[in-house]
Each structure stands twice: as structure tokens, then as C-alpha cells.
């Protein structure tokens, strides 16, 4: 019984582990996160929303907002897997306004 | 001066720039010479706006329009950021339009590239061909197998967009041969790039700028204006008696490349005798005591030595600069394409202006305002089949993702490195009579599978193509909306429409994108008209386009000062960088520091480029009208030097480099240093289709050595030596 336990508490965490590591942004394919951004994200984000782009934040920013997704109002409807989750966030992070290359509009 | 035959004086300089003109505006004489005017039959003409196309200033004219004929552009009077003005070149766009040399039907090469034998095709089968070799190096080479090159334009949007349908993410511009890096230095510790409140300063130092003859809106004019009636200073620090030089209050011949020097002493010098607004410097920068430590060792003693100009006018200027604060500044510049540390001699600029305070203030350095316009938001499609980035990606530290670098990008080329480029389209930029080093883009060209160039002219790129596409000249199209930065002067919005039909077969550059795109199952990218294309860039100011149609011009009547006011700077700091973290992080110099740069030894020269208000490049040298004031290029020398050389005024001389040689004559002149010389750009073409300027003077881009800046890759054109040699007849 006790070893059953163990073993799941470390199943479980090694789950959270595994969750957190996936959950690691930055480092991703920021030119398919600038497609992923325009075909997931700018239908809502790009004509009303402020007109979200990634010149909107500074890049502590984009950081700290896609440190807890579920502050994002919208997160629960996303249908993008982590690893396109992470290509936007990298677009984003990468022209931030305070980036070396801010984004243009286009 | 020794000689005159190659310079017109400056009261015609003044008279052919527009300058004297509006200097004298609102005088008793010129209100008499109206009257007369008034008098005369009315000129049977119709009057259209549009913006000028000679440079990249844009300046608003109306075209005196006849018959369906441009008699005459004149300036339009109520485009502030030209301050009313259109400059000799503007004047001459009517000869660019009517240049018998203007490119008239597609051109298919027909001989060996660059042998200048062409066969004249239809427009469809020029789109065919085109589409079906873009198709073929997609297939063979991966969309980034295709390189897009845009010069500034207005259309240049649509090379962009179509490179991003077509899955390429190579798109160079012109501007990693000009400015990238005084951009990358000023956005490095502002945030963004600033500009100048010329008309409100008190006291300003220009080093690498000759704006009274590389002329920019509205900067060229109020300089004027801030001198004349505003009792502003102007001090010059130029290896060469530019025009600008010849009317500053002082002039220093500065040993090229030591400004960094002369900065960093004037910023010992304000922060050792405490000359700067302390409570301004703590609350809006970063950095200070780095700095503090770091230009200890930079005294005016040090620069004197590296910069040949005496400490103690170091010092005074470094002391009336502090005094003038915050309506002082150093001038940022525009052109920095000249040594391989120049991103970070533009740092050192940026940082003796956050020394004066002058930031978002009269006088100073002044943020983007806002003009209006909007982006126009389309999705393009991706390609996974597609190599990873920019084939000069990671080459350089901190390259403009959208301007890449031209020099670097053509090494790769050459070098199939990290993989082939096979296809190439250019539209209105040409590297090959721009770029240093001739014979490398030449080489390039030989690379390429298929070339398209799009041009009004048959430039030195055009003539290594294989296909050559007419386009339309500036007074002839239906452009997009632009938004113009006019510092104090305005934020503006300007477009351009047809003031005459379209001459021969030639067709827009969006037309031509437009019947690419639709070849190559791309049309719904380009489904839509510059008149929609126009509704939605003004969606935010919708009575933009009626005002421009009444006025040629939409001013926004937005913020000039305190727009920072509440506002984080866009720097990991927050604050006004002095000392960049950045850079410290990827390991770069987070302060600029000097390295003395090598002096040519006693046989030869340093070749620095420049401007004559006359000349834009290889786009003007060939124009009819400006060739009659500027017939040809001479290379500057030095007396001293000529004597030593045994070269006369006019003696035809050779120049040579590692890059190449070239033949011209020289022109004996005190106006440049005598370790320098100095030659115009934009001559000896080798199109014979620009008949003015094929086989005229020298080409400066086959002599020039191709070294770039080592943070942005912007060409350092100012790092080649030469011999100069006597030709014997």
C-alpha cells in the first residue's frame, strides 16, 4: 500500500514535471508563431482588441503574462497544441517593443 | 579656393535648392515681382498634387500639367515638411519622366548576362516566364531559395508582401547601405529613433552629416531658419569644406573616423565638471556612473590627438553644448554606412545627447508622433517545407529582421552558404551601382538562375538580369498612403495619384506583383484595388483622403513634446540606455569603446563617400537636367597631396584599391584633408542605356571595399584605402 502510494506521488509528479518543462516558453519557431499568431490569435486580436501585436508589450511582459495562461481571458477556448502555444509566444517575446526588431504592422 | 569649374556658387547653389527662395519669402521684392506676375495671361495648364520621387524625402509639388504633358512641378505650399520647398533634383523629375533612356517594354536578355543584348517581349509572356522561374527555384531551391531586394518606395510594401505569400524570408532594402546602424544606436538607448527639433535648438554639432547638401526634410531648411533667425550655432566636424562646413559657425576637418573620440571626450568633459541636469539624468537614465568610469580615460587631451582638433575647443564646445541644454544637440544623422564600428559610434551620439537632456524636449531629439495610419493586416500562408531563416541570419549580432544586410546576405550567396539562393526580383534599388565592391554583385548575378528587375531605367542591376520589367514613374501611378515624420514641422499623410497617363507599356510595380501572384496561385493576397488598399490604412482618420485631395497633404495634429511624459522608454531598463544591458548580455560593448582606427600609410588615401544637393546616387547621374549642373565626378585632392603626386587640376588620375580601379580627373581643392579623398557616387555606369553616365567619371562602388558594421551589417564605406596615380596621356 505505502509502496503503491509512493508510486503514484512520483508518477504525479514527474506528470507536473513533465507539464512544466513542456510549459517552458521561449525558444520556439517565432516565424511560424507569426502565421500561428495571425490564423489562431488576430481574428479577435487585429482589427478590434487594441490591436494586439507584439510591439503592444515589452518582453518581461510576455513573459509574465504567459507565465499563468489562465489569467489570459481567452485561454480557455485556444485549439493550439503547447508547441504552437510556445512558437506564438516566442513571435510575440521576440518583436517586442523593447526587442531589437519591434514589430511593424502588417 | 583654387578652382571653381566643377562648383556653382552659393548664392546658385541656394537659388537651384529652393533654399534662397524661402529665405526670401514674404520680401518687398519678391511681393513686386508677384504683381508682375499677376499681370501675365493665365498658363493654360492644370494643376495636380503629388510627392516628389527624387529622393526619399517626399516633398509635396503640384504638376503643371498640359495636354497630358508636365510643363513644370513647383512645390506645394502647404506641405510643411519641405517648408515649402522642392530642390533642384524635384525640379528635374520632369526630365526623370521624359528621359529618353526610360526603360519602355519588357526586356528579355538575349546574349550573355550583362552583354546588354536584349529582345523586346509582351507584357504576358514577361509575367509567364517570370511566375514559371519563381515556380521552378520554389520547387528546386525551398521558398528562401529566392532573394527580394526593394528600394524606398511606396510599392517597395508589395515586393514585401509578395516575398512573404511567396514563403521567402530574404527581403533586403537599400538600408543596410546607408543607415541601419544609426538606427540600431539610437533605438539601442532610446528605444526608438529620434528626430531632430532642428528649428528649436540653441547650439547644434553635426559630425558625419552635411545637411545642407544631403538634403532631409524639414531638417535642411530649419537648420537655415534656426541659424539665420533663431541665433542657433552650427559646429562641423567633416574631413571634408562641404557646403554645410562653409556655412556653420565652425569648422573642424576631423581625421576620419575619430568622432567617437570627440564624443566620448565631450562626454568626459560634461560629466567631470558636472554639467548635466542631475535630477533629469537619475529619473530618465541608466547607466550613469558606468559611463562616469568609462570616459574617465577620454579626456580632450586623448581626442585631440586621434581627432586633430585642439583640446581646448574640445572642451569649450563640450561647455556651450551644456549651457545651450536641453535646445542643443548632437545632430543623429541619417547616412552612417561608413566604419565597422559604426553602430557604436552612433552610441557614443546618442549618448552625449542624454547627457544634455534634450529628449522628448524644444530643441532636442523628438519621438515618432503620432500621423494616423494604419497596417494592412494580411495572413500569409506557411511553408514547412522551408529552410529555418534569413540566409544571412546570425551572421551579425542584431540585423533588422526587415532590412536585412545586403553585403552579408551577398557573401552568403556566393558562398551557397547555409544553403543556395537561385532567384532574385528587384524592384527600384540597384545594388549593383550602390553596393561596394562591384564585382561581387557581379559574381552574384552569376549565381542566379533567373533575375527580374523592375525599373524605370536600365540600371547597372537591371543589366545583369534576365528579365527587365518597365515600371512607372512616380507622377504616373496610384500609390498607397504614406506617413511622414516631419519632426516639429508635422506628422503627415501624402499618396500619389496619376497626373499623367502611363508612358510607353510601363506598369506599377503592384500591377506587376499583382499578375505574378495570380500566376502562381497567390491572387487572393493581392485581390484587392491602392483605392481599398488606401480606405484601410486611413480607417482611423477616414477624412484623410478628401483633405489630401483638396490640400496634397493630411496633417495630424498630434503631440510634438512630452510624449514620454508617464511613459517607460522601450528599453530593457525602461530608462534612456547610457549603458546598454543588452549588449552586455550577448557580449557586445555596453559602452562604445574607441579603437583608433588605422591611418593610411604615406602612398595612399582613404576614399570617404558623400553628397552633393544635385545627386541621389545612380538614380539622378543620368538624368539630363542634372547632368548639365553636374556633368561628371572628380576625385577631391588636397594640394599638398596633388603637388607630392605631381597631379595637376584636371590631370586624369587612376585610383585603385584591393576592389578594383577607376579613371577620373581630379580636382585640386583645399576643401578635403590631405589624408582623404573624396568622389561622388553614382557614375560610369556600366548600362549603356544611361548614355549621361556610362563610361562618365568613376564608379566609387567598384573601388569601394566591402567591410560592414560589426553589430548590424550596414556597409562601412569609409574603411577602403587607395593610391592615386597621375595617368600619363
Given at each position: 500500500?505505502h509502496?503503491?502510494?509512493?508510486?503514484?506521488?512520483?508518477?504525479?509528479?514527474?506528470?507536473?514535471?513533465?507539464?512544466?518543462?513542456?510549459?517552458?516558453?521561449?525558444?520556439?519557431?517565432?516565424?511560424?508563431g507569426?502565421?500561428?499568431?495571425?490564423?489562431?490569435?488576430?481574428?479577435?486580436?487585429?482589427?478590434?482588441?487594441?490591436?494586439?501585436?507584439?510591439a503592444?508589450?515589452?518582453?518581461?511582459?510576455?513573459?509574465?503574462?504567459?507565465?499563468?495562461?489562465s489569467?489570459?481571458?481567452?485561454?480557455?477556448?485556444?485549439?493550439?497544441?503547447?508547441?504552437?502555444?510556445?512558437?506564438?509566444?516566442?513571435?510575440?517575446?521576440?518583436?517586442?517593443?523593447?526587442?531589437?526588431?519591434?514589430?511593424?504592422?502588417? | 579656393?583654387?578652382?571653381?569649374?566643377?562648383?556653382?556658387?552659393?548664392?546658385?547653389?541656394?537659388?537651384?535648392?529652393?533654399?534662397?527662395?524661402?529665405?526670401?519669402?514674404?520680401?518687398?521684392?519678391?511681393?513686386?515681382?508677384?504683381?508682375?506676375?499677376?499681370a501675365?495671361?493665365?498658363?493654360?495648364?492644370?494643376?495636380?498634387?503629388?510627392?516628389?520621387?527624387?529622393?526619399?524625402?517626399?516633398?509635396?509639388?503640384?504638376a503643371?500639367?498640359?495636354?497630358?504633358?508636365?510643363?513644370?512641378?513647383?512645390?506645394?505650399?502647404?506641405?510643411?515638411?519641405?517648408?515649402?520647398?522642392?530642390?533642384?533634383?524635384?525640379?528635374?523629375?520632369?526630365?526623370?519622366?521624359?528621359?529618353p533612356?526610360?526603360?519602355?517594354?519588357?526586356?528579355?536578355?538575349?546574349?550573355?548576362?550583362?552583354?546588354?543584348?536584349?529582345?523586346?517581349?509582351?507584357?504576358?509572356?514577361?509575367?509567364?516566364?517570370?511566375?514559371?522561374?519563381?515556380?521552378?527555384?520554389?520547387?528546386?531551391?525551398?521558398?528562401?531559395?529566392?532573394?527580394?531586394?526593394?528600394?524606398?518606395?511606396?510599392?517597395?510594401?508589395?515586393?514585401?508582401?509578395?516575398?512573404?505569400?511567396?514563403?521567402?524570408f530574404?527581403?533586403?532594402?537599400?538600408?543596410?547601405?546607408?543607415?541601419?546602424?544609426n538606427?540600431?544606436?539610437f533605438?539601442?538607448?532610446?528605444?526608438e529613433?529620434?528626430?531632430?527639433?532642428?528649428?528649436?535648438?540653441?547650439?547644434?554639432v553635426?559630425?558625419?552629416?552635411?545637411?545642407?547638401?544631403?538634403?532631409?526634410t524639414?531638417?535642411?531648411?530649419?537648420?537655415?531658419?534656426?541659424?539665420?533667425?533663431?541665433?542657433c550655432?552650427?559646429?562641423?566636424?567633416?574631413?571634408?569644406?562641404?557646403?554645410?562646413?562653409?556655412?556653420?559657425?565652425?569648422?573642424?576637418?576631423?581625421?576620419?573616423?575619430?568622432?567617437m573620440?570627440?564624443?566620448?571626450?565631450?562626454?568626459?568633459?560634461?560629466?567631470?565638471?558636472?554639467?548635466?541636469?542631475?535630477?533629469?539624468?537619475?529619473?530618465?537614465?541608466?547607466g550613469?556612473?558606468?559611463?562616469?568610469?568609462?570616459?574617465?580615460?577620454?579626456?580632450?587631451?586623448?581626442a585631440?590627438?586621434?581627432?586633430?582638433?585642439?583640446?581646448?575647443?574640445?572642451?569649450r564646445?563640450?561647455?556651450?553644448?551644456?549651457?545651450?541644454?536641453?535646445?542643443?544637440?548632437?545632430?543623429p544623422?541619417?547616412?552612417?554606412?561608413?566604419?565597422?564600428?559604426s553602430t557604436?559610434i552612433r552610441?557614443a551620439?546618442?549618448?552625449?545627447?542624454?547627457?544634455?537632456?534634450?529628449?522628448?524636449?524644444?530643441?532636442?531629439l523628438?519621438?515618432?508622433r503620432?500621423?494616423?495610419?494604419?497596417?494592412?493586416?494580411?495572413?500569409?500562408p506557411?511553408?514547412?517545407?522551408?529552410?529555418?531563416?534569413?540566409?544571412?541570419?546570425?551572421k551579425?549580432?542584431?540585423?533588422?529582421?526587415?532590412?536585412?544586410?545586403?553585403?552579408?546576405?551577398?557573401?552568403?550567396?556566393?558562398?551557397?552558404?547555409?544553403?543556395?539562393?537561385?532567384?532574385?526580383?528587384?524592384?527600384?534599388?540597384?545594388?549593383?551601382?550602390?553596393?561596394?565592391?562591384?564585382?561581387?554583385?557581379?559574381?552574384?548575378?552569376?549565381?542566379?538562375?533567373?533575375?527580374?528587375?523592375?525599373?524605370?531605367?536600365?540600371?547597372?542591376?537591371?543589366?545583369?538580369?534576365?528579365?527587365?520589367?518597365?515600371?512607372?514613374?512616380?507622377?504616373e501611378r496610384?500609390?498607397?498612403?504614406?506617413?511622414?515624420?516631419?519632426?516639429v514641422?508635422?506628422?503627415?499623410?501624402?499618396?500619389?495619384?496619376?497626373v499623367?497617363?502611363?508612358?510607353?507599356?510601363?506598369?506599377?510595380c503592384?500591377?506587376?506583383?499583382k499578375?505574378?501572384?495570380?500566376r502562381l496561385?497567390?491572387?487572393?493576397y493581392?485581390?484587392?484595388?491602392?483605392?481599398?488598399?488606401?480606405?484601410?490604412?486611413?480607417?482611423?482618420?477616414?477624412?484623410a483622403?478628401?483633405?489630401m485631395?483638396?490640400?496634397?497633404?493630411?496633417?495630424?495634429?498630434?503631440?510634438?513634446?512630452?510624449?514620454?511624459?508617464?511613459?517607460?522608454?522601450?528599453?530593457?531598463?525602461?530608462?534612456?540606455?547610457?549603458y546598454?544591458?543588452?549588449?552586455?548580455?550577448?557580449?557586445?560593448?555596453?559602452?562604445?569603446r574607441?579603437?583608433?582606427?588605422?591611418?593610411?600609410?604615406?602612398?595612399?588615401?582613404?576614399?570617404?563617400?558623400?553628397?552633393?544637393?544635385?545627386?541621389?546616387?545612380?538614380?539622378?547621374?543620368?538624368?539630363?537636367?542634372?547632368?548639365?549642373l553636374?556633368?561628371?565626378?572628380?576625385?577631391?585632392?588636397?594640394?599638398?597631396?596633388?603637388?607630392?603626386?605631381?597631379?595637376?587640376?584636371?590631370?586624369l588620375?587612376?585610383?585603385?584599391?584591393?576592389?578594383?580601379?577607376?579613371?577620373?580627373?581630379?580636382?585640386?581643392?583645399?576643401?578635403?584633408?590631405?589624408?582623404?579623398?573624396?568622389?561622388?557616387?553614382?557614375f560610369?555606369?556600366?548600362?549603356?542605356?544611361?548614355?549621361?553616365?556610362h563610361?562618365?567619371?568613376?564608379?566609387?562602388?567598384?573601388?569601394?571595399e566591402?567591410?560592414?558594421d560589426?553589430?548590424?551589417?550596414?556597409?562601412?564605406?569609409?574603411?577602403?584605402f587607395?593610391?592615386?596615380t597621375?595617368?600619363?596621356?
Amino acid at each position: 500500500m505505502h509502496r503503491k502510494l509512493t508510486l503514484i506521488v512520483a508518477t504525479i509528479l514527474m506528470a507536473v514535471f513533465t507539464v512544466s518543462m513542456a510549459f517552458a516558453m521561449g525558444g520556439g519557431n517565432a516565424r511560424k508563431g507569426k502565421f500561428l499568431y495571425r490564423k489562431n490569435c488576430r481574428s479577435c486580436h487585429g482589427a478590434t482588441a487594441s490591436d494586439l501585436s507584439p510591439a503592444s508589450k515589452t518582453q518581461a511582459e510576455w513573459t509574465a503574462t504567459f507565465s499563468d495562461k489562465s489569467k489570459i481571458k481567452c485561454s480557455g477556448e485556444w485549439t493550439v497544441t503547447d508547441q504552437e502555444l510556445n512558437d506564438i509566444f516566442s513571435y510575440l517575446h521576440d518583436y517586442a517593443k523593447d526587442s531589437p526588431s519591434p514589430a511593424k504592422c502588417s | 579656393m583654387p578652382d571653381t569649374r566643377h562648383t556653382l556658387s552659393r548664392r546658385d547653389f541656394f537659388k537651384a535648392s529652393g533654399l534662397f527662395a524661402a529665405g526670401a519669402a514674404g520680401g518687398a521684392a519678391l511681393l513686386g515681382g508677384l504683381r508682375r506676375a499677376q499681370a501675365a495671361p493665365a498658363p493654360q495648364w492644370e494643376s495636380k498634387f503629388s510627392a516628389c520621387d527624387m529622393c526619399f524625402n517626399k516633398c509635396g509639388l503640384i504638376a503643371r500639367v498640359e495636354d497630358g504633358v508636365v510643363k513644370k512641378l513647383d512645390p506645394n505650399p502647404k506641405f510643411l515638411k519641405s517648408r515649402g520647398m522642392l530642390c533642384a533634383r524635384g525640379n528635374a523629375g520632369v526630365a526623370q519622366v521624359y528621359d529618353p533612356d526610360r526603360l519602355k517594354y519588357p526586356l528579355l536578355r538575349a546574349g550573355g548576362r550583362g552583354e546588354g543584348k536584349w529582345k523586346r517581349i509582351p507584357w504576358d509572356e514577361a509575367l509567364d516566364m517570370a511566375a514559371q522561374k519563381m515556380k521552378e527555384v520554389r520547387e528546386k531551391y525551398l521558398p528562401c531559395g529566392h532573394l527580394f531586394s526593394a528600394g524606398t518606395d511606396l510599392h517597395s510594401q508589395f515586393v514585401g508582401r509578395f516575398a512573404e505569400v511567396y514563403g521567402s524570408f530574404n527581403v533586403t532594402s537599400h538600408e543596410s547601405l546607408c543607415l541601419v546602424s544609426n538606427n540600431r544606436a539610437f533605438l539601442d538607448t532610446y528605444g526608438e529613433v529620434p528626430f531632430a527639433d532642428v528649428l528649436n535648438s540653441k547650439y547644434i554639432v553635426m559630425a558625419g552629416a552635411n545637411r545642407f547638401e544631403a538634403l532631409v526634410t524639414p531638417d535642411s531648411m530649419d537648420l537655415m531658419t534656426a541659424m539665420r533667425e533663431n541665433g542657433c550655432k552650427l559646429v562641423v566636424l567633416d574631413p571634408r569644406y562641404t557646403k554645410t562646413a562653409a556655412l556653420a559657425d565652425e569648422w573642424h576637418p576631423v581625421r576620419p573616423g575619430t568622432d567617437m573620440a570627440f564624443m566620448l571626450a565631450l562626454a568626459h568633459v560634461i560629466i567631470t565638471e558636472k554639467l548635466y541636469d542631475p535630477e533629469w539624468i537619475e529619473q530618465k537614465t541608466y547607466g550613469i556612473e558606468q559611463l562616469a568610469e568609462h570616459v574617465k580615460p577620454y579626456t580632450p587631451e586623448f581626442a585631440a590627438d586621434e581627432c586633430g582638433i585642439p583640446a581646448g575647443d574640445i572642451a569649450r564646445i563640450a561647455r556651450e553644448l551644456a549651457a545651450a541644454a536641453p535646445a542643443s544637440m548632437i545632430y543623429p544623422g541619417r547616412r552612417s554606412s561608413d566604419y565597422e564600428d559604426s553602430t557604436q559610434i552612433r552610441r557614443a551620439f546618442a549618448i552625449v545627447n542624454a547627457l544634455l537632456g534634450n529628449w522628448d524636449r524644444p530643441g532636442g531629439l523628438l519621438a515618432a508622433r503620432a500621423v494616423g495610419l494604419k497596417g494592412v493586416p494580411f495572413d500569409a500562408p506557411w511553408y514547412d517545407e522551408n529552410h529555418e531563416d534569413r540566409i544571412d541570419a546570425g551572421k551579425v549580432p542584431m540585423m533588422f529582421e526587415h532590412e536585412g544586410s545586403f553585403l552579408v546576405t551577398r557573401d552568403c550567396v556566393l558562398a551557397e552558404d547555409p544553403y543556395p539562393i537561385k532567384g532574385w526580383l528587384v524592384y527600384k534599388t540597384n545594388p549593383m551601382g550602390t553596393a561596394p565592391n562591384r564585382k561581387k554583385t557581379i559574381e552574384m548575378m552569376h549565381k542566379m538562375d533567373f533575375v527580374t528587375v523592375i525599373d524605370i531605367a536600365m540600371s547597372d542591376t537591371a543589366w545583369f538580369a534576365d528579365l527587365v520589367l518597365p515600371s512607372q514613374s512616380y507622377l504616373e501611378r496610384e500609390d498607397p498612403c504614406s506617413g511622414l515624420q516631419g519632426s516639429v514641422a508635422c506628422a503627415c499623410v501624402v499618396k500619389r495619384d496619376p497626373v499623367i497617363a502611363p508612358l510607353y507599356e510601363s506598369r506599377s510595380c503592384f500591377d506587376i506583383m499583382k499578375g505574378l501572384a495570380n500566376r502562381l496561385e497567390l491572387g487572393e493576397y493581392f485581390d484587392f484595388t491602392i483605392d481599398e488598399y488606401r480606405q484601410k490604412q486611413t480607417r482611423d482618420i477616414p477624412e484623410a483622403l478628401k483633405v489630401m485631395d483638396r490640400d496634397g497633404v493630411y496633417y495630424n495634429p498630434s503631440k510634438v513634446y512630452g510624449i514620454y511624459d508617464g511613459k517607460i522608454y522601450k528599453t530593457l531598463s525602461q530608462k534612456i540606455e547610457l549603458y546598454n544591458q543588452r549588449y552586455e548580455q550577448m557580449g557586445l560593448d555596453p559602452l562604445p569603446r574607441y579603437t583608433a582606427p588605422t591611418r593610411p600609410d604615406k602612398s595612399r588615401f582613404r576614399l570617404i563617400i558623400g553628397r552633393n544637393a544635385l545627386v541621389t546616387q545612380t538614380s539622378t547621374a543620368n538624368n539630363p537636367l542634372l547632368h548639365q549642373l553636374v556633368p561628371t565626378n572628380t576625385l577631391w585632392i588636397n594640394p599638398d597631396s596633388a603637388r607630392s603626386l605631381g597631379i595637376a587640376d584636371g590631370d586624369l588620375v587612376q585610383v585603385a584599391s584591393g576592389a578594383g580601379s577607376q579613371e577620373l580627373r581630379a580636382e585640386v581643392t583645399d576643401r578635403i584633408r590631405s589624408d582623404t579623398v573624396y568622389m561622388l557616387s553614382g557614375f560610369n555606369t556600366l548600362s549603356t542605356m544611361q548614355h549621361l553616365s556610362h563610361g562618365n567619371g568613376a564608379s566609387i562602388n567598384d573601388i569601394l571595399e566591402d567591410d560592414y558594421d560589426a553589430i548590424t551589417g550596414n556597409a562601412s564605406m569609409h574603411t577602403t584605402f587607395v593610391s592615386v596615380t597621375r595617368k600619363v596621356a
